[in-house]
């Protein structure tokens, strides 16, 4: 119970399962105290090095970057040595005691003490006063980051990256609040307290995280058994981490897009300070003006976070929130040549406002995402030595950047907004080097995402076509039946075999294998020259190529043309032939030339009683393709029997049937039957106007046709990929499937959750799993097909962690509203949660099918 009422309490601020809201509010606890105890500790250092020379601030930076790779050296030897739980807690009890450690420094070691102290320790710190200022902001920088990266490696260690991506935003939510409340306590205390004593909140904060930390791991001793079995085999060393890098090309590419953007950050608090210098030249009003930028900054990072983080994720998807900081932040530095220099002050408050609001919410909550397709191997060494090494180095190269543009331009004897303009340029360069990486680093996201992945059965279109020819294999089974019925008939399906050069030795070695001979009517029988004969080698003879040479020419002849013209009229005339000489009749037309008896003839042979005789016409009409037989075929699409072979007739006509087909598809007043083949018939084709006229089709909504629709869709786009489908048109036949699969799960609520009713996609429901085949099977041709189907076959036949890696790819291929009505059905979820979810999007998946209607009637019309 004391679950249920706390999950329905999260619930109303972010996407939550019951069993994920006690472990969602610890960790929303850990980084809330987190972010308080870094904005506790980040004023005072900016107090105490402002201080100092302001010609030494660079060397803080140079400090941090040099000294940097020696802790992450150490910090990376201990991660993988000890279990989670030891190293973290650890690791906080150390930052406990430095901070005591700094205290009594910097109230009893400074020039300025008010403390008076004699002895030999605290006179040489204060004769070397710059030099603890100088340790702390090391530490202070250390402190940051090391208490922020294990943060999120507690949620990678109980998240998945599916709970993760869900969840994220609440925790940042929690580190804004923290850092809001933090920075406004440091800034009503300090004037009481003072800088000195500010630190020792810091103690009281880390320990409180010391008991979640505690509380967080307690009772998965098999969590850190894995994790402890996964980095065992790992290197603990700093060199190790840098050749893990070296050897990923994702990571690569990740630490320079990352490092690029902390260059454009250092460079533009550069800018910041140098306008805010210029500006307010008093300490007092400066330090008051700090305070409050920061405050604000915070706020505004609050707000944007709730209202702006969670829908630029769903709606627009990973790609578009990594560009939008770079992007904006490049034309903001544009726009500083505009300014005047009365305004710049006005315009550094804007651009380093942008840069930090960015970086407290989506860039924040996006890098961490990069980090979920990396293998469990090398992730956690990866994620130090970027968050710890590169960043601090990409910080120092930003104050190298300055030191050497301040020296070889004349930098000091140049105006305030000369100066900042100078570095307008190289913040310019680097976010455009930033946006080109941001660019490649999703294209690689995607591609990490995907190299788990792989089909566990192949498209049975493909596999058809490339391994069996069903046309072939029905006129060898008619030869077979043939020679039972009629020699004539058998040696015309030979012939018809060898014309299409099928009849390969080893068929031939097939058919001529039997008990006995076959009794046939030799050669002279096709001719039409009575008598029958024992012909035992008819097989060879006819596949030798002097005989097929001597049959076409003997067709050609006239006086063979008027005797079977004559026989055909005859036939015409409904005289006496037997049921066998009419499919003697309608087989042997195929090989003559359409002269209009002939077709006239195949007319009536089409509209014969005989169901036999009617499929060798409709093979006979497949080869002449007369316009006029197109009518008496579509009839006989009504009958099962002569079903096959009328398709496979209309087919073989090719393009320019499309718009009497059109018409047959779109006309109710034809029988169901008939109009249910037509969508094969068009994907046989495989022609653009084909695909257009299912489209539209599909855009109508019938469900009797549905089926036969998107299965033809789908054949067209797998055997001819380069086929285009308008997007829109597909998007909305998804989104009207989508909606009937929800009625399925909303019925079954109503009748108080019927156990037909699965709880995922994998379940054997065949309803849901039809309707989902569908989707997916339409999304191919939208979207990379490979992509597309690897996605639907891992999610309903792959483990939980590859479903979790489609579901994944899913979500950076698809579109917004696919995404958004999608997911709910192929999530796994529990029933009840998965009808919540339904229930609440149905009313605006309604809404946007409506709206697509009118467009779709008036486009049929």
């Given at each position: 119970m004391p679950n249920e009422r706390l999950h329905r309490l999260l619930c109303r601020f972010t996407d939550i399962r019951p069993d994920e809201?006690?472990?969602?509010?610890?960790?929303?606890?850990?980084f809330f105290l987190t972010t308080f105890s870094i904005y506790i500790i980040k004023p005072i250092k900016e107090s105490f090095l402002i201080d100092v020379t302001p010609a030494w601030w660079p060397y803080a930076d140079f400090i941090t970057a040099g000294l940097i790779g020696f802790v992450v050296a150490f910090n990376t030897r201990l991660l993988n040595r000890w279990p989670r739980r030891k190293y973290f807690s650890w690791a906080t009890i150390s930052f406990i005691v430095l901070i005591i450690l700094f205290w009594c420094v910097f109230k009893t070691g400074a020039p300025d003490s008010p403390i008076p102290f004699t002895g030999t320790i605290i006179p040489w710190i204060q004769r070397s006063w710059p030099v603890p200022v100088f340790v702390f902001c090391f530490w202070s920088d250390i402190f940051i980051v090391m208490s922020v990266t294990h943060f999120w490696l507690a949620v990678n260690d109980v998240f998945n990256h599916r709970q993760a991506k869900r969840t994220i935003s609440f925790f940042v939510t929690g580190g804004l609040l923290g850092g809001i409340i933090g920075s406004l306590s440091a800034s009503r205390l300090a004037h009481t307290m003072g800088p000195e004593n500010l630190l020792l909140i810091g103690p009281v904060v880390l320990l409180l995280i010391l008991a979640i930390i505690n509380h967080l791991y307690a009772g998965r001793k098999k969590l850190e058994k894995d994790i402890s079995t996964e980095t065992a085999r790992m290197k603990p060393d700093y060199l190790e981490s840098l050749r893990s890098i070296r050897k990923n090309k994702y990571l690569r590419i990740l630490a320079g897009a990352i490092a690029s953007a902390i260059i454009v950050g250092s460079l533009i608090n550069t800018q910041f300070k140098i306008a805010v210098r210029q500006a307010i030249p008093t300490d007092e009003a400066r330090t008051s003006f700090l305070a409050s930028f920061f405050l604000a900054i915070l706020l505004i990072s609050a707000i944007f976070h709730l209202l702006s983080t969670g829908q630029i994720l769903k709606n627009f998807g990973i790609r578009f929130g990594l560009l939008l900081a770079p992007s904006v932040l490049c034309l903001g530095t544009l726009a500083v040549f505009l300014f005047p220099a009365a305004?710049?002050?006005?315009?550094?408050?804007?651009?380093?406002?942008?840069?930090?609001?960015?970086?407290?919410?989506?860039?924040?909550?996006?890098?961490?995402?990069?980090?979920?397709?990396?293998?469990?191997?090398?992730?956690?060494?990866?994620?130090?030595?970027?968050?710890?090494?590169?960043?601090?180095?990409?910080v120092g190269l930003g104050a190298a950047l300055f030191w050497i543009l301040y020296r070889i331009s004349s930098f000091d004897r140049i105006s305030s907004i000369e100066q900042i303009r100078q570095l307008g340029i190289l913040i310019f360069c680097f976010a455009i080097l930033s946006i080109i990486l941001i660019w490649k680093i999703h294209a690689e996201y995607l591609a990490t995402v995907k190299k788990d992945l792989s089909r566990k059965w192949q498209d049975p279109h493909k596999v058809l076509a490339e391994n069996m020819d069903v046309d072939r294999a029905r006129l060898i089974a008619d030869t077979l039946q043939s020679r039972e019925v009629s020699s004539t008939l058998y040696a015309m399906n030979l012939f018809h075999l060898i014309r299409k050069e099928t009849l390969t030795p080893e068929l031939k070695e097939f058919l001529t294998f039997r008990e006995g001979e076959v009794k046939a009517r030799s050669m002279d029988s096709l001719l039409d020259v009575a008598g029958e004969v024992f012909y035992p080698g008819i097989e060879e003879t006819l596949a030798e190529k002097e005989t097929e040479t001597m049959v076409t020419e003997i067709m050609d002849l006239d006086v063979y043309r008027k005797a079977m013209e004559a026989r055909f009229r005859a036939i015409i005339k409904d005289e006496a032939f037997t049921e066998i000489e009419r499919m003697e009749a309608a087989k042997l037309i195929g090989f003559m030339k359409p002269t209009p008896i002939v077709i006239q003839c195949l007319d009536h042979l089409l509209r014969d009683s005989s169901l036999s005789v009617i499929n060798y016409a409709l093979s006979s009409a497949a080869m002449h393709r007369c316009a006029e037989h197109v009518s008496p075929?579509?009839?006989?699409?009504?009958?099962?029997?002569?079903?096959?072979?009328?398709?496979?007739?209309?087919?073989?006509?090719?393009?320019?049937?499309?718009?009497?087909?059109?018409?047959q598809l779109q006309n109710e007043a034809y029988p169901l039957e008939v109009r249910s083949t037509i969508p094969d018939i068009l994907a046989r084709i495989g022609n653009q106007k084909a695909a257009d006229i299912l489209c539209v089709q599909l855009s109508c909504g019938n469900e009797e046709l549905e089926a036969d629709l998107v299965d033809s869709l789908y054949k067209i786009h797998s055997m001819h990929p380069k086929i285009h489908f308008k997007k829109k048109t597909i998007e909305n036949g998804v989104l009207s499937i989508v909606r009937k699969t929800y009625n399925l799960y909303l019925s079954g609520a109503e009748n108080k959750l019927s156990p037909d009713l699965p709880d995922s996609v994998s379940d054997p429901n065949p309803a849901v799993g039809i309707m989902i085949k569908r989707i997916f099977d339409l999304l191919t041709l939208i979207y990379p097909s490979d992509d597309i189907v690897k996605a639907y076959q891992n999610i309903t036949q792959g483990t939980h962690k590859k479903a979790d890696a489609s579901l994944e790819l899913l979500d950076n291929v698809l579109g917004r509203d696919i995404r958004l009505y999608l997911f709910p059905l192929i999530e796994d979820l529990p029933l009840e949660e998965r009808i919540r979810h339904l229930k609440r999007l149905v009313k605006g998946l309604d809404q946007r099918l409506v709206m697509v209607k009118p467009r779709v009637v008036g486009r049929f019309v």
């Open positions: 809201a006690e472990q969602a509010l610890q960790l929303f606890l850990y305004g710049i002050i006005a315009w550094a408050c804007f651009i380093r406002g942008s840069d930090k609001t960015f970086d407290n919410t989506i860039s924040q909550s996006l890098r961490e995402l990069l980090y979920i397709p990396i293998p469990p191997s090398i992730k956690y060494e990866a994620k130090i030595f970027i968050d710890m090494f590169v960043n601090k180095v990409a075929i579509i009839a006989l699409l009504e009958n099962p029997m002569s079903r096959y072979e009328a398709q496979n007739a209309l087919a073989s006509y090719g393009p320019g049937i499309e718009d009497i087909l059109r018409v």
